[in-house]
């Protein structure tokens, strides 16, 4: 028996990341001479341009991709990022990690995390994350990549990459050009839909199509519009989840400058009084942005705090306007809404390409057939929105913990109401140091551990078992630990010398 009704076109409507992406998932994963995948790209409508820092899952698409990491690293002017470096979050002139893959190991079948509080709570003066191997990487601006087979004390620093997000679409285009995917240069002026609701034609203003058709037709369509969410908003209607009473911030100044001799293996977020600033190091250049409150701070002033804090600028700064939330639906009848047209949570943690990403490998795996059951789509959806919940409360914790009341900004933190979610999760950490157990929760329990202790909020009492392990052998475990992390870390590459290595291969 086959099935007729598989779907056999596909049309993408955006050529930002999330578009090529997208193609790149489908090609990699459909046969082309069965399956049509066409990409459109309007030529009046740029691309965002930011979406530069990434987390983990960004090597681990590359590789599902079977994409040579050196070979994509030399084309989009990437560097290595360990994780985040924040500064002024907690109070002025305090500093703290979130880095990636683990800090420290089970001891006695329990938590470091909860080793580490007993020591913290008796006056102990080891940070959390002096446990981290990427921190003690990244202190250095060191950087390698660990030889699977060789077992190093800095073996569990995972990592990710900042790069150029056009380099990175013109990568990714090229690559879904050699699987067959057919590129349309054109603008999207009308969609049309069928009896039954589903999306069937897209008009073009002009087209490069066989015949210069300007129309075009599909099994089914995927929204990667940006913020004009051309085909699930316009068109569909789906209404968008405002989040901005959650996470307020509304308005990003980016603008490029000069790198300085050392090049960062992390990314810097500087909280500022009326948001925070990045600076995502490139092989050529530094991004930088300050992502900030519109209620608090115009966009002359924001642009000022930009110019006085960054030397050298390359470009002029340019203001880019969000809206924190998600689409009520990212998936509708025929319609997959992918990247900023299926929401956003702002930048903080580097998570809008993990969403793209993981948008499209829910989707692989729940493909159906041209009838689109509302089985599947109610699956996906329900997926979907649990990613968010989880990194919207992530994003939430770094605000809501600071002890910042120097301005307007900062005080309304101190009152402004937080997720029911996040609030069960942080009543639950007060106690023991208890984290909220979700296995798909992106960021992972050390990530939730390097915020609480990053940011001073500790839990009234360490697990209660702790006590049966023995102290002083553990607290002496911790000073060799601590010790052999940090020699490690010296032995490794410069991370600008990695990168030339790596550049010249
Ligand atoms: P866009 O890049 O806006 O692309 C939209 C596409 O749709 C374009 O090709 C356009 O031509 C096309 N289009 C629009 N209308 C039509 C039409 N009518 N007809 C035909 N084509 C059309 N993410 C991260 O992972 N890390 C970060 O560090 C990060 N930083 C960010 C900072 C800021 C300030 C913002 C706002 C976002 C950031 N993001 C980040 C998110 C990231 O930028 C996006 O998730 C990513 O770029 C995907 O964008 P997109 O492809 O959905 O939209």
């Not at 901005?244 to 100044?253: E, R």
Request: hydrophobic residues 40%; charged residues 20%.
């Amino acid at each position: 028996m086959q099935n007729s009704n598989a779907i056999q076109s596909f049309v993408i409507v955006g050529g930002g990341t999330a578009g090529w992406i997208s193609a790149a998932i489908l090609a990699r994963n459909l046969p082309s001479q069965n399956v049509q995948i066409t990409l459109i790209e309007s030529p009046n409508v740029p691309t965002i341009g930011v979406g530069e820092a990434t987390i983990p899952s960004m090597v681990d698409l590359l590789r599902y991709l079977k994409i040579p990491l050196d070979d994509f690293i030399q084309k989009t002017n990437a560097t290595f990022k360990l994780g985040i470096e924040f500064t002024n979050w907690l109070t002025l002139d305090h500093k703290y990690w979130h880095p990636f893959g683990h800090v420290g190991n089970h001891i006695d079948g329990k938590p470091f995390y909860q080793h580490w509080l007993k020591h913290h709570l008796n006056d102990g003066s080891f940070q959390f994350c002096d446990f981290s191997p990427a921190v003690h990487l990244a202190r250095q601006n060191r950087f390698f990549i660990q030889n699977t087979q060789q077992k190093t004390p800095l073996n569990d620093a995972a990592f990710a990459l900042h790069f150029d997000a056009t380099l990175v679409a013109e990568y990714l285009k090229q690559y879904c050009l050699k699987l067959g995917v057919k590129r349309v240069e054109s603008h999207v002026c009308d969609v049309i839909s069928d009896e039954r609701g589903f999306i069937s034609t897209l008009h073009l203003t002009h087209s490069n199509l066989k015949g210069a058709s300007k129309q075009i037709s599909a099994d089914f369509f995927i929204d990667c519009s940006g913020q004009n969410a051309l085909l699930i908003g316009k068109k569909l209607r789906i209404a968008y989840q405002n989040w901005q009473h959650f996470l307020p911030v509304d308005k990003a100044v980016v603008a490029q400058s000069k790198l300085g001799p050392n090049i960062p293996p992390y990314t810097k977020s500087i909280a500022e009084k009326s948001g925070w600033r990045w600076q995502i190091p490139l092989q050529n250049r530094m991004g930088n942005g300050y992502v900030f409150c519109s209620d608090f701070c115009s966009d002359e002033q924001a642009i000022e705090v930009l110019q006085n804090n960054v030397d050298n600028l390359l470009s002029e700064p340019r203001i880019i306007k969000f809206t924190t939330g998600k689409r009520e639906k990212s998936w509708y009848k025929n319609c997959l809404a992918v990247g900023l047209s299926a929401g956003f949570l702002e930048p903080l943690e580097s998570t809008g390409i993990y969403l793209i990403m993981k948008a499209m490998l829910n989707f692989i795996e729940l493909m159906p057939d041209k009838t689109c059951p509302a089985h599947n789509t109610d699956e996906f959806n329900r997926l979907m929105d649990n990613e968010f919940i989880n990194i919207r409360d992530f994003i939430v914790l770094h605000y809501c913990l600071s002890k910042r009341t120097d301005s307007a900004f900062w005080q309304m933190w101190q009152t402004l109401t937080i997720p029911a979610e996040l609030k069960q999760k942080i009543q639950l950490f007060e106690n023991f140091g208890r984290l909220y157990h979700n296995p798909q929760d992106l960021f992972a329990q050390d990530s939730w551990y390097a915020i609480y202790a990053g940011m001073g909020k500790n839990p009234n009492q360490y697990d209660p078992f702790i006590d049966f392990s023995n102290f002083p052998v553990i607290e002496k475990a911790f000073k060799q630990s601590y010790h052999l992390l940090l020699q490690s870390a010296a032995h490794a590459p410069m991370h600008n010398e990695f990168l030339q290595v790596n550049a010249e291969k």
